[in-house]
């Protein structure tokens, strides 16, 4: 089966950096996404990465480390709009290909 | 514009009715998804499909049913079985097989038992 963990809560000032971090454990890997979650509001794709490294978007980035079922994203300038859920999600192929989502980290960004 | 379009938004049912959530897609995507999440919570998955006519079961299948008979469309059917239904429910689609095939969400339907 698949394994994912994620802090559950999480607190930064606005401007800063934070890292949210992910550990999983799958067969199968075929590669790694986040996604952002306003309260009451469907996902939105942030990142994905499928080899080792880091891969940049802006105010985003996100590494992965296959060999350690580790991953992160790293959010810099935070702005207040930032608050939300962070989703790490695993796509396996286990008889079929399917996303596999973590329970989420909520940051909170204050002033 | 390409979507994919959930309804109703809100739905309350009585306990020991069945009911049906609409999951329409126009981005041309073989693999459709359902997804549950509780309050606070992470998505967990209840049914998913890659082709048409075809679909799995998830991590949490029972009390739920699905059909697949057009690319477009992926209905969820939440029945009496289902002990505790009132969630938020999310439908997904995205592209079928391995490579970046990130998931485009439904805005969900959120489904109360009274």
């Known amino acids: 089966g698949q394994n994912i963990d994620q802090p559950t809560e999480m607190t930064a000032t606005e401007g800063a950096i934070v890292q949210i971090n992910c550990t999983y454990q799958?067969?199968?890997?075929?590669?790694l996404f986040w996604y952002q979650q306003h309260a009451g509001e469907a996902p939105t794709f942030l990142s994905y990465?499928?080899?080792?490294g880091l891969e940049e978007k802006g105010r985003f980035s996100s590494f992965l480390s296959r060999s350690k079922g580790y991953s992160y994203l790293l959010l810099k300038e935070l702005q207040m709009k930032d608050s939300a859920s962070y989703l790490c999600?695993?796509?396996?192929?286990?008889?079929?290909?399917?996303?596999?989502f973590g329970a989420g980290t909520r940051l909170f960004v204050k002033a | 514009d390409g979507g994919i379009t959930q309804s109703p938004k809100y739905l309350f049912r009585k306990e020991g009715q069945n009911v049906t959530l609409s999951c329409e897609q126009n981005?041309?995507?073989?693999?459709m998804y359902w997804y549950r999440q509780d309050p606070g919570q992470g998505l967990r998955l209840i049914y998913y499909?890659?082709?048409?006519?075809?679909?799995q079961k998830g991590d949490i299948a029972e009390g739920y049913s699905v059909s697949r008979e057009k690319k477009e469309s992926f209905p969820l059917t939440v029945t009496s079985a289902q002990k505790n239904p009132t969630a938020f429910y999310l439908c997904?689609?995205?592209?079928?097989?391995?490579?970046?095939?990130?998931?485009?969400f439904g805005q969900g339907t959120r489904l109360t038992v009274v």
């Open positions: 981005l041309n995507h073989d693999a």
């Open positions: 997904a689609s995205s592209t079928a097989g391995g490579g970046r095939a990130e998931a485009f």
């Open positions: 990465n499928v080899l080792d």
């Open positions: 499909s890659q082709i048409v006519n075809d679909f």
């Open positions: 799958t067969s199968g890997f075929n590669g």
């Open positions: 999600a695993v796509r396996a192929h286990t008889g079929g290909f399917k996303t596999i």
